[in-house]
T-cell receptor, first 113, second 112 residues
Framework: DSGVTQTPKHLITATGQRVTLRCSPR?????VYWYQQSLDQGLQFLIQ???????AKGNILERFSAQQFPDLHSELNLSSLELGDSALYFC????????????FGPGTRLTVT | GQNIDQPTEMTATEGAIVQINCTYQ??????LFWYQQHAGEAPTFLSY????GLEEKGRFSSFLSRSKGYSYLLLKELQMKDSASYLC?????????????FGAGTRLAVHP
């Protein structure tokens, strides 16, 4: 158990809908990272927040957005969902901002039908 | 661009040694990580190299050559539970921040 929690574990929704994924980092970690992992691609970095501020951006679509709240938990919002958005979404956390050792949560499996 | 290559699949025998290679072409190299990921589960940290040479941690060792853009993960005394995907990830510094770029992973099957 990494200490990172994610909810929900599974999510099934229809195309065009919007969903919110939630992540709580390990106690004491200030950075939260979001990754997408689909079958045909490896782990893709989406976005990083550090202490409430956006720190780094990867291959995040404009339909996706994220935020980190004062209690350091983070939410990833996915809207206008398409079939290709079906994937495992992982959250990771680390102490600092420098993307050093990251601890991954158990993931949310999103299925878009 | 940033590119990381690893073999897609490997098989090995219980008790044996296996070496998983990773080559990378990246700018702003700032360290290399290996993660283990069992199917449907979260990646877990195995090792980190930032300087050339070998880092040993129990049954697992990782090697880095920055001049060659090359790393390998060595797994000794293989156990059935080592069947998993092994992800090579390069930390790059670009645009004022660090980020991890992952390879597609190497699926290792350990058989009796």
């Amino acid at each position: 158990d990494s200490g990172v929690t994610q909810t929900p574990k599974h999510l099934i929704t229809a195309t065009g809908q919007r969903v919110t994924l939630r992540c709580s980092p390990r106690s004491g970690d200030l950075s939260v990272y979001w990754y997408q992992q689909s079958l045909d691609q490896g782990l893709q970095f989406l976005i990083q927040y550090y202490n409430g501020e956006e720190r780094a951006k990867g291959n995040i679509l404009e339909r996706f957005s994220a935020q980190q709240f004062p209690d350091l938990h983070s939410e990833l919002n996915l809207s206008s969902l398409e079939l290709g958005d079906s994937a495992l979404y992982f959250c990771a956390s680390s102490v600092g901002a420098a993307s050093y050792e990251q601890y991954f949560g158990p993931g949310t499996r999103l299925t878009v039908t | 661009g940033q590119n990381i290559d690893q073999p897609t699949e490997m098989t090995a025998t219980e008790g044996a040694i296996v070496q998983i290679n990773c080559t990378y072409q990246t700018s702003g190299f700032n360290g290399l990580f290996w993660y283990q990921q069992h199917a449907g589960e979260a990646p877990t940290f195995l090792s980190y190299n930032v300087l050339d040479g070998l880092e040993e941690k129990g049954r697992f060792s990782s090697f880095l050559s920055r001049s060659k853009g090359y790393s390998y993960l060595l797994l000794k005394e293989l156990q059935m539970k080592d069947s998993a995907s092994y992800l090579c990830a390069v930390r790059v510094f670009s645009g004022g921040y660090n980020k991890l770029i992952f390879g597609a992973g190497t699926r290792l099957a350990v058989h009796p």
